[in-house]
């Protein structure tokens, strides 16, 4: 009977290495897949928020145009987030983030922009005047 019950032991160890050792390994693919933050406009690092740079998006005003138009972009809670702008009319930026931000455009070249997103989710960017969406922020944690 001891020599039964050793022997479940045995087992149960032997089963329970093997399961950590798959979970070990799938979680390793998960980190190593996983895409790094998109910025638009520019390119960006990111790991986490304590030691992630900015990601910073271009906008340009120009003609009646707007681009970037309807763009994705990743970013991470409390990763700062720059919008560099350049126009030839007065807007209004709208980031509709929890508490919203709201920036005033001027037709400038050389515009900066800056905040953070504290609450995970989708959050768009956009432009009052024009009633257009720049971009998508898809903030996680």
Sequence with gaps: M?????????????LCGFTTGCAESADTVDRTS???PTTVG???AAAGPAESEAVVIDIKIADGNVSPLNARTDAVV???????VDSDVADEL????NPDQ????????GQEFRFTVMVPGQVAVELHEADRTVTTLLVRQ
């Design 2 to 14: 001891a020599n039964l019950r050793l022997a479940s032991v045995a087992a149960a160890i032997a």
């Design 34 to 36: 996983a895409a790094a």
């Design 42 to 44: 520019s390119s960006t």
């Design 78 to 84: 409390g990763q700062p987030i720059v919008l560099r």
């Design 102 to 109: 709201e920036f005033t455009v001027e037709p400038v070249t």
């Design 94 to 97: 709208h980031v509709h983030s």
